[in-house]
């Protein structure tokens, strides 16, 4: 069996649509596109710049009206330690007009003196002119929120040809009411002259708590 072809000439024409453009229209339009997105950042740089403008403006009125009206802190107090070194504070904002509606702005832009140091609020609560309690976190000056690592242990290598060790430390010096796993990931550790900022595995037992670091080690391939 013979199978025949037929070849036929193309149903689409040559039109204007099929040919290129001519290279100076095609600059032309290249050009037109460039200063339109010249044009539209420029526009929108100047939106943001006066956005910007527009919130430190009202940052700075709020400052002026919080300060003329005397609001400060009372009954501070200290709670339990939330971390390494940081400790919970509360305190309560007096002196709020009872008409004055942007009571949580002005808890967190008050500054407050603990230890000798300016803080602002972390967060703040608000609920109604006599209740708004402002919440701090000190990091500075808090030695009994100090754990510290103890009792540093060897576990030898991870698996034989891992290129990796197991290093063992037990936590000591954990406040009453501290998190176990807060202390040991933020309680800093430097042995074999390297630096942590933490343990890298946490896990406790009835004989304490006790962080784990996996480290290189070329005598474990």
Request: with cysteine; hydrophobic share 30%; glycine share 6%.
């Amino acid at each position: 069996m013979e199978i025949a072809f037929a070849l036929y000439p193309s149903v689409f024409p040559l039109s204007s649509c099929n040919k290129p453009l001519d290279p100076d229209v095609r600059d032309r339009i290249r050009k037109e596109w460039d200063i339109e997105k010249l044009a539209r950042r420029v526009q929108w740089e100047r939106e943001v710049e006066e956005h910007d403008h527009d919130i430190k403006e009202r940052k700075t009125r709020e400052e002026e009206e919080r300060l003329r009206l005397n609001m400060f802190w009372t009954d501070p107090e200290s709670h339990t330690c939330t971390m390494y070194g940081t400790r919970k504070y509360t305190a309560r904002l007096v002196n709020i007009p009872g008409n004055y509606n942007r009571r949580v702005e002005a808890c967190m832009a008050t500054p407050i003196q603990i230890h000798g140091i300016e803080y602002k609020a972390k967060w703040c609560e608000d609920h109604g002119p006599r209740n708004v309690t402002g919440h701090w976190e000190v990091d500075q000056h808090e030695p009994d929120c100090a754990s510290y690592w103890n009792k540093y242990k060897d576990l030898g290598c991870a698996s034989p040809g891992s290129g990796q060790r197991r290093i063992e430390h037990r936590l000591e010096n954990i406040p009453d009411g501290g998190d176990w796993r807060e202390f040991c990931a933020t309680t800093p550790a430097n042995f074999l002259e390297m630096q942590f900022i933490g343990s890298e595995f946490c896990f406790h037992t009835i004989w304490g708590t006790y962080g784990h670091w996996v480290i290189d080690d070329e005598s474990c391939n």
